[in-house]
């Protein structure tokens, strides 16, 4: 099993920034990816950013050149970094931890942490 905890929500002005943190504890896989997701209400959620192990990223096509995405291995903890805001990025996110092993898939997710942007 892996935990995740989730901080850094909150409410910011459009053009502002925030940052969340996602601490994964547990049985941690060396190899794993972690992201963070965001599902508004009655949407499909949906994948914002994910940095593997090595390093290698991907964002969604929304928040290129807005978001950035770090984690600090030895902490097992991820960043998203959020500048620019807009009113489009208020909901909530998610942390996402994934790994497979043995031919199966495994996904934690945290709680959840609401964005909310003020235009």
């Known amino acids: 099993q892996v935990q995740l905890v989730e901080s850094g929500g909150g409410l910011v002005q459009a053009g502002g920034s925030l940052r969340l943190s996602c601490a994964a504890s547990g049985r941690i896989f060396s190899i794993n990816v972690m992201g963070w997701y965001r599902q508004a209400p009655g949407k499909q959620r949906e994948l914002v950013a994910t940095?593997?192990?090595?390093?290698?990223?991907k964002y969604a096509d929304s928040v290129k050149g807005r978001f950035t995405i770090s984690r600090d291995t030895a902490k097992n903890t991820v960043y998203l970094q959020m500048n620019s805001l807009k009113p489009e990025d208020a909901t909530v996110y998610y942390c996402?931890?994934?790994?497979?092993?043995?031919?199966?898939?495994?996904?934690?997710w945290g709680q959840g942490t609401q964005v909310t942007v003020s235009s």
């Open positions: 940095i593997t192990g090595a390093g290698m990223i």
């Open positions: 996402n931890y994934h790994h497979s092993a043995w031919g199966t898939a495994y996904d934690y």
